[in-house]
């Protein structure tokens, strides 16, 4: 908490034996990106208190609902505490102001000024904390000519050059079917708090600051050298299916079962390998495939020669043979593939998280895996204001009558 | 530095201002997803030793080259200082333990086992400098049936469930046009760095630990509740093009001078206004498209509705349209688009990195925005043993002939 040196952490967290224990997180932001960052810290030990409107965080009507609650907070809302707290009420307000003293990390991600106009403006909480670190998320960043434009996911998605280079050669550009956005700035939230929080370690005075990230600049920043690519070399990447514009093969084929494998030869010695284990050692001879750049130059005539291989193999002895044969090859999976896989099961890629009303429920596990201090998944998104006695009478220390007060008069 | 308290940093590092200043990394992975972490590192501040074998690292040599040196290298090697050492060579071994002695965070990408085959497996590390968080990053994970599986990130997106879902209803998978794995994989390991770093500082020992990173899970995290979706109500996710499972519309539409716009619209409000702004607001009174269920199930007729409409108006006149009204929309922008965009260019999206060779280059810049200490980029990858003379000389303190004695032995 504030002030103190994290040398002991009287404090509720749901995984405690992780990373991040000692780390107070106010998670006020809704779908999907800023509480996927809350999310990574409570998985690492963090105690993360969600704070929602008495409506409830969007994302618990989002579709696809178990017993009346989305799988988005089902998700997204595990690990944390589930408070609720009306920040148009000035006692709601003031909760809220009170529960920031005790916090390091303050998650936000309405339209720039609107936290402002709620009286929460980053000065106003740094007044009362100036060790908070404010992470502020928004679709286009807090300034700029789009800062007020309204954002999903799919905006950033087509903005950020992916969906124009995705797809078949010919066919329309593709939205991915991931929100890869939203994953993106979920995960680089995480890394830019804990940034902060390392400086904030070595200022003598202990203050936090404000953290501008956009959808886009996350998603974008994630590729590679694209624009680097474009100013040095004038390459514009275009839409090519699943081949790679520098190397071949790289490309997914349809097996005799109907199933796909995708392979990948990055590098001159596996593809010799992958050559050799489908019988066809003497492409290594051939001029036509034996450099990467003749590869990727005779492309079509030698998807043509794999394609009619793996029409007579079916998918699982296709990987097997060339995983076995030190090539690369991995199957194209579905969900339920990847529940059934080995290596999956074997590094428990997935929780079962409790909840209250269903049972547990299966998702993605916490990771990745620390030697001495493990993340860990102890429940799903819990019932709204689940934790409202927790925090506001055990943490906070109102009393059991101040707070049906506060619930009568819709300030929580 | 390693039992320092950080609270002063006698270090050069390419960002001094940046977060992370005082923290010091060394950077022994290759392509691409660990150098991706230990840029992150740098961008904000930290001081990050590239360490190569002498014959350099291999995205020196990847394909898109500028100059004889690879466009993944410009901006992978950025704001990293570059020295070689032969890790094979005894003497290359104990020079690269006395520079484990300085670091906090070491980053590296063998396949498991290799480390320790080169006499620096994770508790040798630990006797030298106790401190170190170890970061392993991997295909599949250190255990495992496929821990030994030569991996690309290819392979991680194969079987991810992405690559399943990715493309047209009809057409086949399709693998995602930019290495989304292995930045994934880059911005977790830059959390999970930071995540062990707050461990050891509440850790009265001072203790590092072992961070154990695969590309599969990196990506896989990233998405939302496909799991969930699955294990409480069975979907499967299937290849739908451009549009989402569950609302509607949210697609890209061709417009009339041939470029493409995406729409999406996951709250009804957005809807209505989106009809209103398309000249029909006799849609929101239609029953087939006044909820986001119905619109869901007529989605064909209202995709018809709309295609009409956006082939009869030039795509920046729809952008301006939808988003001047409260609606969203984005272009689909490639390269050249985004470095064009006003937002992008208030926000500073591409850096001017300085090259000893081929005068400055243009890449993404360093994001989110903190207020009080702002990343940024310095320089881009830097010619191979560049800073030889100052690791090994200036810092670790080796008189000049050492150092020409180690070079010509092939230490370094």
């Known amino acids: ?34 509480p996927h960052t809350a999310m990574m810290l409570a998985d690492f030990g963090a105690t993360v208190i969600k704070v929602e409107s008495p409506a409830g965080d969007t994302s618990r009507a989002s579709p696809n609902k178990v017993n009346g609650t989305s799988v988005y907070w089902r998700l997204l809302g595990r690990n944390k505490f589930a408070v609720t707290i009306n920040l148009k009420h000035p006692k709601g307000r003031d909760l809220m ?8 990390v303050l998650i936000e991600n309405m339209r720039p000024g609107k936290l402002e106009a709620l009286g929460l403006a980053p000065a106003t909480l740094h007044e009362r904390n100036r060790g908070l670190v404010i992470l502020r998320v928004t679709g ?5 000519p789009y ?18 280079a995705n797809g078949q050669p010919g066919g329309p550009p593709t939205l991915p079917p991931q929100t890869i956005a939203d994953g993106a700035a979920g995960y680089l939230g995480a890394f830019s708090c804990m940034a902060a929080l390392w400086r904030r370690a ?13 959808l886009f600049e996350a998603l974008f920043c994630m590729f ?9 070399l004038g390459i514009v990447p275009e839409r090519r299916g699943s081949r790679a514009p520098v190397s071949a093969p790289r490309n997914i ?50 998807d043509v020669i794999i394609a009619a291989w793996m029409s007579k193999h079916d998918a699982a002895d296709v990987v097997t043979l060339l995983t076995d044969g030190g090539a690369t090859a991995a199957p194209v999976y579905t969900i339920p593939d990847i529940l059934a896989d080995p290596q999956f099961i074997s590094r428990d890629l ?16 916490a990771f990745p895996k620390f030697s001495e201090s493990a993340g860990g998944v102890s429940w799903s998104g819990r019932p709204l204001g689940a934790d409202n006695h927790l925090w506001f009478v055990e943490m906070l220390g109102l009393d059991p009558e101040q707070l049906a007060a506060l619930h009568a008069e819709g300030a929580i």
């Not at 002030?3 to 999907?32: F, K």
């Not at 007020?148 to 969906?163: D, L």
């Not at 997935?350 to 596990?365: K, L």
Request: hydrophobic residues 40%; aromatic residues 6%.
């Open 97 to 104: 102001l009170r529960l920031i003293e005790k916090a390091d």
């Open 350 to 365: 997935i929780a079962q998280a409790p909840s209250e009303d269903v049972g547990p429920i299966r998702m993605q596990n």
């Open 147 to 164: 800062a007020n434009r309204p954002t999903f996911g799919t905006q950033a998605e087509a903005m950020s050059g992916f969906t124009y």
């Open 202 to 214: 070595q200022d003598p005075l202990h203050r936090g600051q404000v953290i501008d990230l956009s």
């Open 1 to 34: 908490m504030t002030n103190s040196t994290h040398t002991e952490h009287n404090l509720p967290a749901a995984v405690p034996g992780g990373p991040l224990a000692g780390l107070v997180v106010i998670d006020m932001a809704t779908m999907m990106a800023g």
């Open 253 to 302: 084929y349809q097996c005799r079962d109907g199933k796909w494998v995708a392979i990948s030869c990055a590098a001159d010695q596996i593809a010799k390998r992958f050559f050799a284990l489908i019988g066809r050692p003497d492409l290594n001879e051939d001029a036509r495939f034996s450099s990467g750049d003749a590869r990727a130059r005779h492309v079509e005539e030698l």
């Open 140 to 144: 286009w960043g807090q300034t700029g």
């Open 224 to 232: 590679g050298p694209s624009i680097t690519a474009y100013d040095q």
